[in-house]
T-cell receptor, first 116, second 114 residues
Framework: GAGVSQSPSNKVTEKGKDVELRCDPI?????LYWYRQSLGQGLEFLIY????????KSGLPSDRFSAERTGGSVSTLTIQRTQQEDSAVYLC??????????????FGPGTRLTVT | AQKITQTQPGMFVQEKEAVTLDCTYD???????LFWYKQPSSGEMIFLIY??????QNATEGRYSLNFQKARKSANLVISASQLGDSAMYFC???????????FGGGTRLMVKP
């Protein structure tokens, strides 16, 4: 079946602009995650959605970052007033429900964000 | 808080030989999950293998095996019969008891020589 898809694959934006990154998880996966991969910080967890529960936002680096997940499926990560340090690859992953077990996460191809 | 340490930033291995990639972790959780992911130059993260903290046997998936030593808090990845296509970054990661977010190590770049 189809894997996790992300769009756009590349995004170049000017400092101070807002950007939206989209993630479409694997059908049937109730858990969705956003991570960021940058040269300086490695791979960092940002936010986690599980079913209808309130998201775990503990990894968001500032209040400029927010995310939502509509209808338990597609998710959008929004970065407001982008800064150059936001330049990174943003990875989305999905997995089956973790309650009662731990499941591997399947990653999308990522969105490379460049803030000029 | 959880921490993953991968002490080998880069490694070479001869094609067809076995290689071990080191991973140590630190956590106060009694229950956790350990994962290895492969990231080729194309950028996608590929799941390789999983080990639960209560699993008594080491996990194996084809040419991949996880050498889990709980008392030493290590979860090394062993790749047998290396292939040129194994050249990639390899990340060790773990999940806590509650929640499923991954904490990643810094990665090891493996280069397979023909």
């Amino acid at each position: 079946g189809a894997g996790v898809s992300q769009s756009p694959s590349n995004k170049v934006t000017e400092k101070g602009k807002d950007v939206e990154l989209r993630c479409d998880p694997i059908s049937g996966h109730t858990a969705l995650y956003w991570y960021r991969q940058s040269l300086g910080q490695g791979l960092e967890f940002l936010i986690y959605f599980q079913g209808n529960s309130a998201p775990d936002k503990s990894g968001l680096p500032s209040d400029r970052f927010s995310a939502e997940r509509t209808g338990g499926s597609v998710s959008t990560l929004t970065i407001q007033r982008t800064q150059q340090e936001d330049s990174a690859v943003y990875l989305c992953a999905s997995s089956l429900d973790h309650s009662g077990g731990t499941y591997e996460q399947y990653f999308g191809p990522g969105t490379r964000l460049t803030v000029t | 808080a959880q921490k993953i340490t991968q002490t080998q930033p880069g490694m070479f291995v001869q094609e067809k030989e076995a290689v071990t990639l080191d991973c140590t972790y630190d956590t106060s959780d009694q229950s956790y999950g350990l994962f290895w992911y492969k990231q080729p130059s194309s950028g996608e993260m590929i799941f390789l293998i999983y080990q639960g903290s209560y699993d008594e046997q080491n996990a194996t998936e084809g040419r991949y095996s996880l050498n889990f030593q709980k008392a030493r808090k290590s979860a090394n990845l062993v790749i047998s019969a290396s292939q040129l296509g194994d050249s990639a970054m390899y990340f060790c990661a773990m999940t806590p008891n509650a929640g499923n977010m991954l904490t990643f190590g810094g990665g090891t770049r493996l280069m397979v020589k023909p």
